[in-house]
């Protein structure tokens, strides 16, 4: 049985053009540290990367402190600082946020915001899209970098947070993008690297990887590779509704990323329509991937007003480029078929 992966929010398959980039760097023998013509070429690579992903972000003159992804970068940039942030915000976040700010049924903040905030361009389970308002302390672009038109020197705000994996590249590299000018004071203690930032040695395999990943999603994005991915969600949105009208389609109608739907099937529970699909050969989530193992209703999906048994029962589908019309219509029929068999054994 040929699987279908439909996890893109999760992580993204890894892009050939980041597996070339890791195998060349595993080449470079040389600490980015070390002052010898070793250490030089390493350094190279680091800065090479890091104006790769400042240009493909829109952040040139920014500072890119490279991390482990974007939990580290999100406590380097809200350690201390004393935030609110939208009820729907990623773990990762609200962790560090003293307030958490309603929203509306579409997962925006409404009314006067405070200047002082974190808030997410994109969220991981709806896809639903926000409007950064000017003067942004903070903003998650984790899940719009590579999938929206973007460039951090228009947003407005004074720091980005991003991870490689989303996008293509590899797991455990990500990176905080900072306004110049931007104090911040380092959780780690150590040598200098990162200018000081974020001390140890960098990831340089990592990181080369993340580059080549981002300059390839930039390409992408050009391309209008991401104006497909939404026709086929429109597709499998249309067909699933079509074969279950009960179903909710969240944030349907508002602007969303291209390539998310996270559906609602009232009397199913998610977490049970995750194991039917993945023995049926797909691969989908019931939320948050930081968030696996957790039974528990999406607090993203409570907080824009579902009720906890309704939150209980969404899956999130999420899909990228190359997954094709056949793949996401032959998981609907599967869906639609479990689905079917479920609500018949609960009568």
Sequence with gaps: MTRIYLDWNATAPLRPEAKAAMLAAMEVVGNPSSVHAEGRAA????????????????????????????????????????????????????????????????????GTMPGRMALQLANSETGVVQALP???????????????????????CEMGLVSAHKLGGPKGVGALVL????????????????????PGTENLIGIAGFAAAAEAAA????????EEVAEIRNILESALSTGAKQTI???????????????????????????????AGFAVSAGSACSSGKVRASRVLTAMGFE??????????SIGPGVGTDDVLRFADAWTKAYAKARARAA
């Design 43 to 110: 350094k190279a690579l680091i800065e090479k990367a890091r104006a790769q992903v400042a240009a493909a972000l829109g952040a040139e003159g920014a500072d890119i402190v490279f991390t482990s992804g974007a939990t580290e970068a999100a406590a380097l940039a809200l350690a201390g600082r004393g935030l609110a942030c939208a009820a729907v915000e990623h773990d990762a976040i609200a962790a560090w946020c003293d307030v958490s700010l309603p929203v509306d049924h579409t997962g925006a903040v409404g």
């Design 134 to 156: 000017d003067g942004l302390a903070v903003s998650d672009l984790t899940q719009g970098f590579g999938k929206l038109p973007l460039a951090f020197n228009w947003l407005g």
């Design 179 to 198: 306004r110049q000018g931007i104090d911040l004071q380092s959780q780690l203690r150590g040598g200098g690297q990162e200018m000081g930032r974020r």
């Design 219 to 226: 390409r992408d994005l050009a391309a209008g590779i991401w």
């Design 249 to 279: 389609s969240v944030g349907k109608g508002a602007d969303r990323l291209p390539n998310t739907l996270c559906l609602i099937a009232p009397g199913w529970k998610g977490e049970t329509q995750v194991m039917a699909m993945d023995l």
């Design 308 to 317: 906890e048994g309704e939150a209980a029962q969404a899956i999130r589908i």
